[in-house]
C-alpha cells in the first residue's frame, strides 16, 4: 500500500513537471519592421506636420532613439551592414551592386542565426537590397501568397493611373530613341513621374500587399510552437513618391512648409552634395533647373502621403499581432535605413554624410525590458549596427564574436545613458556617383546630366586645385563621418593611403549649428585634431 501511494505522488508530480514545462513561455519572436528612405519626420520625433499615428504609438509603448545613426546614407550598403552587424569597408558593400555573401562567405547574418537557433525566419517585402536576399542562408520559408479581390487593380511600372503608366512609356521610348536601350536600361533612367494619387486600395501597391501577406504569414505561424522571426519591409517613402489618394487627402499641399536651408554648407566639400539626380530622373522633373516653391511643395506632399501610407500598413501589422495572441511575446524593432533631403542644403535626395541623411528613427520594444521604460526617450548616440547584438541579448541567442556594434539593453533598461561611443557614417565621393553609389560611366555623361556633371566637377576642382584627379575621386575618396555629442566631422580620405593627410576635413558644431550650415574646420584646428584622433583610435 505504502509503494503504491509513493509511485501516485511521484506519478503526480511528474505530471505537474510536464504542464508546468508546456506552459512555460517559448523564447521571444520578433517583429522587425524595416523602411526605406525615412528621415526621422515623424510625429513621435517633434513633427508638426507628418501624420503617423501607429509608428507614434509604438514608441509610446517602447523606448525611442533620438540620435541613432545608418553607416552609409543608401539601401543595400546600410542594409547589409545592419543584417551581417559589419561596417560597409568590413564586407566591402559602399554601393547596390556588391554581395556581401560574395565577400563574406561565410558570415552569419542576422535572421540566419535565428534560424540556426531555432526559430522560424520569413521576410515580406523589401528586408536586404535588391538581388542580395540570401534566401538559402538566411531564411526558413517564403510568405504566403495573398489572393486579391478583383476589385484591385493592376499597376504597370508601380503606377495604378493610366496617365502615369502612359507618361512612364512614352518617356522609355523617347530616351531609348535617343541613346539607346541598353544605356537607359543600365542607368535607370526610364522612368514616369515622380507622384501618384489614385483611388485605389492599399493592397494595389506593394506595400499594402506585402503587409497582407506579412499578417497572413503570421497567422500562420503561430499555429506551431517554435519561436519566429518576420521582417516585414516597407519601400515607401522610396521614390517614386506613390500612395493611395486617402493619405494624400490627409494634408493640405498650400500650407506644408518647404525647406529654409536652401544653401549647401559654407565652406563645406564641394564633393560632398550631388545635384539631386535621382529625383531629376522623373519624367515630369526638371534636369537641370531648380525645383520652385509650388513643386517643392508637391514633392513634399507625397513624401508625407507615403509615411502616411506606411503608418497605416504598420498599424494593420501591430493589431494582427496583438490579435494573434502573441503581442505580449514579441519583441518588435522599427528602423529606417537611412533618412532624405527634402531640399535643404538644396539638396533632394540621400546619398550623403550629412545629419539628415544618416540619422533614422528607431524604436525598440521589448516586453520584460521595456516595460518600466515604455514612452521614454533616449538622446544616446547609437548606430544600427547595434541591432544584431541587442537582439540576441533580449532573446537569449549567444553573440557571435564578429559583430561590430553593442548591445542596447543597458539603454533600453535606462535610456537616460549617456552616449557610449560616437557613431559612424561613410559614403564614396557622393558628387560623382549616381544614386546607386556607382562612379558616373562614361556613357551616362552623356546623357540629360552632363550639364550637372560638368557643373559638380568644376566645383571640385576650384576647390581642391592641385589635388584634383577624376580617377582618384571617383574611385577611391571616401568620406567618413563621426558623430559625436557635440560634433561632426567628415574626414575626406584617398581609401589607398588612409595614413596620409585628409583631402579634405568638414566639422559642424551640433550645440550652436544643428542644421550643419557652416563648416568650422578652418577656424578649430585644435578641435579638429582631436576629433581626427579620436577617430583614428575609434573606427
Known sequence: MKTKLLLSIFLGSLMLSFSGFAQKKKQPNVLFIAVDDL???????????????????????????????????????????????????????????QDFRANRPSIVTLPQHFKENGYE????????????????????RKPVKVKLNSNVPKTAGGYALAESQLMYQENKKALEDKYGEKLIRENWLDKGPALESADVPDETYEDG?????????????????????????????????????????????TKIPIATQVNPPKDGAAMGLSESLELRVSADMPKTGK????????????????????????????QALKDSGEYENTIIVFWSDHGFNLGEMGYWGKATNYEIATRVPFIITAPGITDKTKGQKTDALVELLDLYPTLCDLTGLETPSNLEGKSLVPILQNPSMKSQKPAFSLFPTPALREWAARPFTPPFRTTFFKPLILKIENKIKAQMGDKWN????????????????DYRIVIWKDRRKPKETPLFIELYDHINDPNETVNIAAENPEKVKELVTQFNETY
Open 470 to 485: 577624376r580617377r582618384t575621386y571617383e574611385q577611391f575618396v571616401m568620406g567618413y563621418a563621426m558623430r559625436t555629442d
Open 209 to 253: 500587399y506585402n503587409t497582407l501577406s506579412a499578417i497572413a504569414t503570421l497567422n500562420e505561424m503561430v499555429e506551431n510552437d517554435k519561436p519566429w522571426f518576420l521582417a516585414l519591409g516597407f519601400k515607401k517613402p522610396h521614390l517614386d513618391w506613390i500612395a493611395p489618394k486617402k493619405y494624400w487627402d490627409l494634408y493640405d499641399e
Open 121 to 140: 525566419t520569413v521576410y515580406a517585402g523589401k528586408v536586404f537590397h535588391g538581388q542580395y536576399t540570401d534566401n538559402e542562408m538566411s531564411w526558413t
Open 39 to 97: 528621415r526621422a519626420e515623424l510625429g513621435t520625433y517633434g513633427s508638426e506636420v507628418v501624420l503617423s499615428p501607429n509608428i507614434d504609438k509604438l514608441a509610446s509603448v517602447g523606448v525611442q532613439f533620438n540620435k541613432a545613426y545608418v553607416q552609409q546614407a543608401i539601401c543595400g550598403p546600410s542594409r547589409a551592414s545592419i543584417l551581417t552587424g559589419s561596417r560597409p569597408e568590413t564586407i566591402n558593400v559602399i554601393d547596390l551592386f
Open 291 to 318: 525645383f520652385n516653391t509650388e513643386l517643392q511643395q508637391k514633392l513634399r506632399h507625397g513624401y508625407y502621403a507615403c509615411i502616411s501610407y506606411i503608418d497605416a500598413q504598420v498599424g494593420k501589422m501591430i
